[in-house]
């Protein structure tokens, strides 16, 4: 026996489900999308007060920057990580030039896997890489520092005292890590070029000297600028984000951990999408 039709009543229920449904899916949708735009106004509220009290310490007499406090960030954000950069870059280096060998040595342009080593690292991999392993070295430290400095109520006591918690922890913090990131893009695309050098040499046979002379041809000045304008805009990424969890740090120690992971994760992500729109940009215009 078939089912009996359903009724008008039942029907109609069935429609406003369905329509309920929809609204639920785009209420989540629209107040996640709220979250996100608020999530990067709060960053550009936090860069622009950063940069002011950046310009103040530098033109404004009576505000002394920390430079003391930039220096020993830096060391503890930059020098410390240069070790873990040049391995993964020289690994990076190593996987282009064997993965690029099989494909131009068919077409017997062999000695050009300089041009991709060199063009890939310098332009993009070197800088992002490097960011993405200072977002795992430095932001998630500076996340978990400025964490637990909210948790114990030092930064309470800090603005007791009349400092300002944005003068005194977030600026050294910024300026070192925008800085270390443009000079470890620097030696990152040393070390990735010489790794596709040492692998073309000793296991692709390609003479030093064509590998010299085709990566001096291949790489134009804008090459080096604009993957250094990268590492700059990551710098800022990494400390901006950094800053913002570790401030907004609630819940005790599982908030600190908590603002470590979101750190990490958000940097990566906020990392990779503006590559891409930088690249997309780049090459819009020719660049």
């Known amino acids: 026996m078939s089912d009996p039709p359903a009724s008008d009543e039942t029907k109609r229920s069935r429609l406003y489900g369905a329509v309920e449904s929809i609204g639920r899916?785009?209420?989540?949708?629209a107040r996640a999308s709220r979250h996100q735009v608020s999530y990067v106004g709060a960053l550009a509220s936090l860069f622009a007060v950063t940069?002011?009290?950046?310009?103040r310490g530098f033109f404004v007499r009576g505000i002394r920057l920390r430079r003391q406090a930039v220096v020993s960030q830096g060391v503890r954000v930059g020098v410390k990580a240069v070790p873990i950069v040049c391995l993964v870059q020289i690994f990076i280096?190593?996987?282009?030039?064997?993965?690029?060998?099989p494909t131009l040595r068919d077409y017997g342009q062999l000695e050009r896997v300089a041009d991709v080593v060199g063009i890939a690292i310098v332009r993009e991999l070197g800088p992002l890489i490097t960011a993405i392993v200072l977002s795992g070295f430095a932001g998630a430290s500076i996340a978990a520092e400025l964490g637990a400095m909210v948790e114990t109520e030092e930064i309470k006591a800090l603005r007791a005292h009349a400092f300002n918690p944005f003068h005194?922890?977030?600026?050294?913090?910024?300026?070192?890590t925008v800085l270390a990131m443009v000079a470890l893009a620097i030696i990152a695309n040393t070390i990735g070029v010489f790794g596709g050098f040492l692998t073309s040499y000793l296991v692709l046979d390609v003479p030093a000297t064509t590998y010299i002379e085709f990566t001096q041809s291949a790489l134009?000045?804008?090459?080096?600028?604009?993957?250094?304008?990268?590492?700059?805009?990551f710098g800022i990424l990494i400390s901006m984000i950094a800053c913002r969890e570790g401030l907004n740090v609630s819940g005790g120690a599982e908030g600190v951990g908590?603002?470590?992971?979101?750190?990490v994760v958000k940097c990566i992500v906020a990392l990779i999408g503006t590559d891409a729109l930088f690249t997309a940009a780049f090459y819009a215009w020719g660049i």
């Open 25 to 29: 899916e785009v209420r989540t949708r």
């Open 93 to 101: 280096g190593v996987i282009l030039a064997l993965q690029m060998a």
């Open 51 to 55: 940069w002011r009290w950046c310009y």
């Open 220 to 233: 134009k000045l804008q090459d080096y600028f604009t993957g250094l304008f990268k590492a700059g805009v």
């Open 168 to 176: 005194f922890l977030v600026v050294p913090r910024f300026l070192a």
């Open 258 to 263: 908590r603002a470590t992971t979101a750190t």
